[in-house]
């Protein structure tokens, strides 16, 4: 049985802040864990525009707290997320998230992250394993 919180794991490795500034994410269960799945809480900040393709993941979102715009770049479609409202990528569509507000949110991969990861060029987390434990960090 593993027991950890958001606060535990503040200013560890767990810990990730995105280079391009726009988002921060407290990674609580990984790949290492070895449970098919990673679980994180996101805040992306207030004002900034962060466009993301997970072609390598399956991205459950549930918003806990903020608003944010977020819009399908594939088909156009724009749709407003708030508390209590999720969305599931999976078709792995290339998405642009434009928060109003700070916006927080628990977000659920597959297949799980290792916390390495950082968004490419074009938004995409490249698929690390637990096995890649010797690959750069990105």
Not at 15 to 43: D, Q, Y
Not at 95 to 117: A, L, Y
Request: charged share 30%; glycine share 8%; hydrophobic share 35%.
């Amino acid at each position: 049985m593993i027991v950890r919180s958001f606060k535990d794991i503040e200013g560890t490795d767990r810990h990730v802040k995105a280079a391009s500034g726009t988002w921060e994410s407290k990674r609580i269960v990984l790949a290492k864990e070895r449970v098919g799945f990673s679980l994180h809480e996101t805040t992306l900040y207030a004002g900034t525009e962060t466009s993301m393709w997970y072609a390598n993941h399956i991205e459950a979102v549930l918003c806990v707290e903020g608003e944010a715009e977020l819009t399908n770049d594939e088909t156009g479609e724009k749709h407003w997320i708030s508390p209590g409202t999720m969305y599931l990528l999976n078709g792995h569509e290339k998405h642009t998230m434009r928060p109003k507000t700070d916006f927080r949110c628990v977000c659920v991969f597959n297949p799980p992250v290792t916390g390495r990861e950082d968004h490419d060029e074009n938004g995409v987390y490249p698929l690390l394993t637990e096995d890649d434990a010797d690959a750069p960090q990105v």
